[in-house]
């Protein structure tokens, strides 16, 4: 209830005319046998922000307003995409400086969480479809040196299998010469490496065949997809238990080591491995019981988004991409990773004095949250990593504002302010999938009970068999369904049940059990 600010000149006795219409119905029940107590609160949905578009360079924020209208997706999908592209390009090839020796790769893991229907494939294809067309020209720009590097092998195996058998049927004079020269020639050919055809984007891969890749890649490879499958792999799908070591060294930028049968074993100094995935909400839940997945963090390394669906609400003329839009996309993004590609060293990027004291900042309000009570403590594995993350998307952005030459610029202050927006929202979104992760489904299926009853106030007492025919069928689908939702409504204090009226004699179906609501029910209570 609440009471006018300003109160006009007039006598008191009776203050009915100050409040709204009804105003009565929301003082407490008065107190007797059936009074009663005030519920339970079930807790509040976390209100989720939006994608912040406006934080991209434009030609990147153009892109993704233009593909969220066309396709009528939420701009959360194009706009992690983005990101993922962007780390895609840059992704093994630079890296960061905070302060000091504390360096941050750029290759990102995103994962956003959308129903079926969703047209995400439509939306992978429009973001990613510049990589896949720089991916196709390095390939064939490949083929040359793929040619010279077989030819060149060819030959000299040749050659030293030709100097190893005149040195066998040599004279002891000549042996000793005719050995040296096979041996340089069999050296010359262990030298000899064939390159791999270039891949910038995989879109699923067991661990043995990522750590193949990122050995023949130079050390960088991008997954990119619109289902969840690499969880699957993760979870065991192949091995039969999880297997997750090179995901989390792929993140992180550890040694990788890899050996394979017959061959002599490689090693990866730096490997960056990147992550642009749209799953379904329920592939999370999955992830989360996967042993080891959290207690090893992997769950922690990712920037999820949980955006809201469109679905059911989508405009069916929606405006197009402009053609300029796409272009300049297109074409700056091929340019930046067509660019970067075949370097074998990274660039590291340094920060401003300004841009230093901006991510400091940030850092500070990490921390303080990150104690036994603060907002961060519930995700404190996720949280730990987010001031490099927000490190990580700073450099994405800066290559991005300056994708011919960002490498030679220190990043600004602004730039990292931006980063920090975007970590703002991945935050939000984290403490949401992990609260979802943990939570007690009859609490998801109570709240959305109670937000109904709070829709519709029951006029008196009502049957579970007509609240079934009331609520939508989307939610329960079958009257079990209502069952654990409301039990934690009774268990809170929101509805009771009444006692069963007489069986009769002759027997028959049960009635419907009866409930009653809370009486200020639908009055802003929850």
Request: glycine content about 8%.
């Given at each position: 209830?609440?009471?006018?600010?300003?109160?006009p000149?007039?006598?008191?006795?009776?203050?009915?005319?100050?409040?709204?219409?009804?105003w009565?119905?929301?003082?407490?029940?008065?107190?007797?046998?059936?009074?009663?107590?005030?519920?339970?609160?079930?807790?509040?949905?976390?209100a989720?922000?939006?994608?912040?578009?406006?934080?991209?360079?434009p030609?990147?924020?153009?892109?993704?307003?233009?593909?969220?209208?066309?396709?009528?997706?939420?701009?959360?999908?194009?706009?992690?995409?983005?990101?993922?592209?962007?780390?895609?390009?840059?992704?093994?090839?630079?890296?960061?400086?905070?302060?000091?020796?504390?360096?941050?790769?750029?290759?990102?893991?995103t994962?956003?969480?959308?129903?079926?229907?969703?047209?995400?494939?439509?939306?992978?294809?429009?973001?990613?479809?510049?990589?896949?067309?720089?991916?196709?020209v390095?390939?064939d720009?490949?083929?040359?040196?793929?040619?010279?590097?077989e030819?060149?092998?060819?030959?000299?195996?040749?050659?030293?299998?030709?100097?190893?058998?005149?040195?066998?049927?040599?004279?002891?004079?000549?042996?000793?010469?005719?050995?040296?020269?096979?041996?340089?020639l069999?050296?010359?050919?262990?030298?000899?490496?064939?390159?791999?055809?270039?891949?910038?984007?995989?879109?699923?891969?067991?661990?043995?065949?990522?750590?193949?890749?990122?050995?023949?890649?130079?050390?960088r490879?991008?997954?990119?997809?619109?289902e969840?499958?690499?969880?699957?792999?993760?979870?065991?799908?192949?091995?039969?238990?999880?297997?997750?070591?090179?995901?989390?060294?792929?993140?992180?930028g550890?040694?990788?080591?890899?050996?394979?049968?017959?061959?002599?074993?490689?090693?990866?100094?730096?490997?960056?491995?990147?992550?642009?995935?749209?799953?379904?909400?329920?592939?999370?839940?999955?992830?989360?019981?996967?042993?080891?997945?959290?207690?090893?963090?992997?769950?922690?390394?990712?920037l999820?988004?949980?955006?809201?669906?469109?679905?059911?609400?989508?405009?069916l003329?929606?405006?197009?991409?402009?053609?300029?839009?796409?272009?300049?996309?297109?074409?700056?993004?091929?340019?930046?990773?067509?660019?970067?590609?075949?370097?074998?060293?990274?660039?590291?990027?340094?920060?401003?004095?300004?841009?230093?004291?901006?991510?400091?900042?940030?850092?500070?309000?990490t921390?303080s949250?990150?104690?036994k009570?603060?907002?961060?403590?519930?995700?404190?594995k996720?949280a730990?990593?987010?001031?490099?993350?927000v490190?990580?998307l700073?450099?994405?952005?800066?290559?991005?504002t300056?994708?011919?030459?960002?490498w030679?610029?220190?990043?600004?202050?602004?730039?990292?302010?931006?980063?920090t927006?975007?970590?703002?929202?991945?935050?939000?979104?984290?403490?949401?999938?992990?609260d979802?992760?943990g939570?007690?489904?009859?609490?998801?299926a109570?709240?959305?009970l109670?937000?109904?009853?709070?829709?519709?106030?029951?006029?008196?007492?009502?049957?579970?068999?007509?609240?079934?025919?009331?609520?939508?069928?989307?939610?329960?689908?079958?009257?079990?369904d209502?069952?654990?939702?409301?039990?934690?409504?009774?268990?809170?204090?929101?509805?009771?049940?009444?006692?069963?009226?007489?069986?009769?004699?002759?027997?028959?179906?049960?009635?419907?059990?009866?409930?009653?609501?809370?009486?200020?029910?639908?009055?802003?209570?929850?």
């Open positions: 209830m609440t009471v006018p600010s300003q109160l000149d007039a006598s008191y006795d009776n203050v009915s005319p100050l409040f709204r219409d009804g009565e119905q929301d003082m407490e029940p008065a107190a007797g046998p059936d009074a009663w107590d005030i519920p339970v609160p079930l807790g509040e949905s976390r989720l922000p939006a994608f912040p578009v406006d934080v991209l360079p030609w990147v924020g153009d892109m993704v307003a233009a593909v969220a209208e066309e396709t009528q997706t939420p701009a959360d999908l194009a706009g992690c995409l983005a990101l993922a592209a962007l780390a895609t390009a840059a992704g093994g090839r630079v890296m960061i400086r905070i302060r000091g020796r504390w360096h941050e790769p750029v290759n990102i893991y994962a956003v969480a959308l129903p079926p229907g969703n047209r995400k494939s439509a939306v992978f294809d429009l973001m990613t479809k510049p990589l896949l067309a720089v991916e196709k390095l390939k720009a490949s083929v040359l040196k793929r040619t010279e590097a030819t060149t092998l060819k030959l000299l195996k040749a050659a030293a299998e030709k100097a190893a058998a005149r040195a066998a049927g040599a004279e002891q004079d000549k042996r000793e010469e005719l050995t040296r020269e096979a041996v340089f069999a050296h010359q050919a262990e030298g000899v490496t064939v390159p791999a055809e270039t891949q910038l984007i995989a879109d699923n891969a067991t661990q043995e065949s990522l750590a193949t890749m990122l050995a023949e890649q130079g050390g490879v991008a997954i990119m997809s619109p969840g499958g690499i969880f699957d792999i993760i979870a065991g799908l192949y091995s039969g238990s999880p297997n997750m070591e090179i995901f989390l060294k792929g993140h992180a550890d040694m990788v080591r890899v050996n394979r049968q017959g061959r002599p074993s490689q090693h990866i100094e730096r490997p960056a491995v990147t992550m642009g995935l749209a799953i379904q909400p329920e592939v999370l839940d999955a992830i989360a019981r996967v042993k080891g997945a959290d207690g090893r963090g992997l769950l922690a390394r990712y999820y988004a949980v955006p809201r669906s469109l679905v059911g609400s989508r405009r003329d929606p405006e197009p991409i402009p053609d300029d839009v796409a272009d300049t996309y297109a074409a700056r993004l091929s340019a930046l990773t067509a660019t970067l590609a075949d370097w074998t060293e990274a660039a590291v990027l340094a920060l401003t004095p300004e841009a230093d004291a901006v991510m400091m900042a940030y850092q500070k309000v921390e949250r990150l104690s009570d603060g907002s961060l403590a519930p995700i404190v996720w730990s990593k987010r001031d490099g993350a490190a990580r700073a450099a994405l952005l800066h290559l991005a300056h994708p011919e030459d960002g030679t610029r220190p990043v600004e202050a602004a730039t990292v302010a931006a980063a927006r975007l970590g703002d929202y991945f935050t939000v979104h984290a403490l949401h999938v992990f979802a992760m939570a007690d489904p009859a609490q998801d109570a709240r959305i109670l937000g109904h009853l709070h829709l519709y106030p029951p006029a008196g007492t009502f049957t579970k068999r007509e609240l079934m025919r009331a609520v939508p069928r989307a939610d329960f689908r079958t009257m079990a209502l069952d654990p939702a409301l039990a934690l409504l009774e268990e809170h204090g929101w509805l009771r049940q009444q006692a069963p009226p007489p069986r009769s004699a002759k027997g028959g179906r049960p009635p419907s059990p009866r409930y009653e609501a809370y009486p200020r029910i639908g009055h802003g209570e929850a």
